[in-house]
């Protein structure tokens, strides 16, 4: 009966102190666009992207012709990108053509299917002419005659190996040999479309980040966080009802995990997927989240630190605050390695080499980030591949692209005898000439006054 009471208790103390976070910060639902809006916003930024993004694409991989097969509910990943707003789902069986004329003519885009999707695909079947959709393809290829017939087959970009092997037998049934011969796969046509980001959804994504930034640090706050009555669980779930509250969804759940002064070592998986979900915050924690948005098709990815002050504190200690900067210095060490045409692996080991020579213990495992949060282009480290990651890790950078900063720097907390890991990560942007936050980075530990800010 005691053990029930006290969790009538915590339930009452989170409804007082939790859910009302709900209910501030209304500028900031008030800043972000209707579904109508959105729609209008993702349907003008993907014509654009048609204009300006894919045609050089398909020119720098000297592809005529891209062929995208999906079947609903079995979406090939790239064309969940073309798709228009309205459109949740591909249609039956979905077939996009894309087709480079040359003579630097604007792209053919045609939807072998009964209706046209969106404005950018027009209606190229008449099933009523010719019922079989596959023979349908094969006269509009046979019409354009592309020496060159992309499609979504990859080995080691998963994003990119959309076709399933059913519809790859079906589409190579209806072809003739000569054809056949033609098929390569598209996997650097659709890294590139994935990848790079116009300059209409550069004037776009900081906001987005500022929205994942705001909402963090509404949750490492004191009209969310009471000492020794918050557990790390009650954090993450007031994100979760956080980015449900605002309209906007999440690609991963949140994680929120603790650092103190104990005898309990760092453990890099247990930080991302085995913490206590019962783990009570106390004053003089060192907080930690994993956080991201979807928002206009555009997803952000970030690690962020808090620390809750103790009695009698009003700033962070200096040993944290030194500590948080070894992080903020091995971002830099790894921003400055961006050149256009070196691999991922190339500014790993680059990177990891200058930050030892400092003296910093790094940790690097950079994504890239735009259409999906962990986007294809070039991996730069894995958390466990810190050598180098096998092709995907080899793949070079191309300008106007965005990436993860994800890595940590671990520090040894003379104070609190033992090594604690800052674990930072900021999305950026790559313009062929440097790389830049999209939103500014945190450089400075959030401050959790829960004594005067109540």
């Known amino acids: 009966m005691e053990k029930y009471m006290q969790k009538i208790i915590k339930r009452l103390l989170f409804i007082l102190f939790i859910l009302p976070a709900s209910t501030f910060a209304d500028d900031l639902k008030n800043s972000i666009l209707s579904m109508r809006e959105r729609a209008e916003v993702r349907n003008a930024l993907l014509k654009d992207r048609f204009q300006t993004v894919l045609p050089q694409i398909m020119k ?20 969940r990108t073309m798709l228009p707003a309205t459109w949740l789902n591909a249609r039956r069986r979905t077939i996009l053509v894309i087709n480079d004329p040359g003579d630097e003519q604007p792209l053919e885009t045609y939807a ?9 695909f027009k209606k190229s079947w008449d099933p009523e002419a010719q019922p079989n959709q596959y023979e349908a393809l094969n006269d509009l290829i046979k019409t354009k005659n592309p020496k060159t017939i992309g499609i979504n087959k990859s080995e ?13 037998e079906l589409f190579k049934a209806a072809l003739s040999k000569k054809y056949i011969r033609r098929i390569v796969s598209a996997e650097k046509v659709a890294i590139g479309w994935l990848e790079t980001r116009s300059d ?5 994504y900081p906001k987005i980040c500022r929205i994942a930034h ?14 020794g009555v918050t557990t790390t669980d009650d954090v993450v779930w007031w994100y979760r ?4 509250d605002l309209n906007l969804v999440t690609w991963f759940h949140p994680s929120v995990d603790i650092q103190r002064a104990d005898n309990k070592n760092f453990d890099f998986l247990e930080a991302f997927s085995k913490a206590k979900p019962e783990n009570v915050i106390r004053p003089g924690d060192l907080l930690h989240v994993d956080f991201g948005i979807t928002y206009l098709s555009l997803n952000t990815d970030t690690q962020q630190h808090a620390y809750v002050l103790m009695p009698g504190e009003s700033r962070t200690p200096d040993y944290l605050t030194k500590a948080f900067s070894i992080g903020n210095r091995l971002q830099d060490i790894l921003t400055n390695q961006f050149k256009t045409g070196r691999t991922g692996n190339e500014m790993l080991l680059s990177a990891l080499r200058q930050a030892k020579e400092e003296g910093i213990n790094p ?7 735009g259409y999906y949060g962990h986007g294809s282009g070039p991996t730069i480290g894995m958390w466990d591949k810190q050598g180098g990651v096998p092709v995907n890790g080899d793949y070079p950078l191309f300008s106007n692209t965005a990436y993860s900063i994800e890595l940590n720097a671990k520090v040894n907390i003379a104070a609190w005898d033992k090594e604690i890991a800052i674990m930072l990560e900021e999305d950026a942007f790559f313009d062929g000439e440097k790389c830049d936050y999209i939103d500014p980075r945190q450089t400075e530990m959030i401050v959790i006054d829960w004594e005067t800010d109540k």
Request: avoid cysteine.
């Open 156 to 168: 080691f970009f998963a994003q990119t190996d959309g076709i399933t092997a059913t519809e790859l």
């Open 112 to 120: 072998i299917a009964r209706y046209d999707v969106g404005e950018i």
């Open 214 to 227: 705001d909402i963090i640090k509404e949750g490492f706050s004191a009209n969310v966080i009471t000492p």
């Open 200 to 204: 209409k959804e550069m004037k776009y």
């Open 363 to 369: 940790q690097i495992y950079t994504h890239p980030i």
């Open 60 to 79: 720098r991989n000297n592809m005529d012709m891209w062929v995208i097969i999906a079947r609903e509910y079995n979406e090939d990943p790239v064309i």
């Open 241 to 244: 009802e956080r980015i449900r």
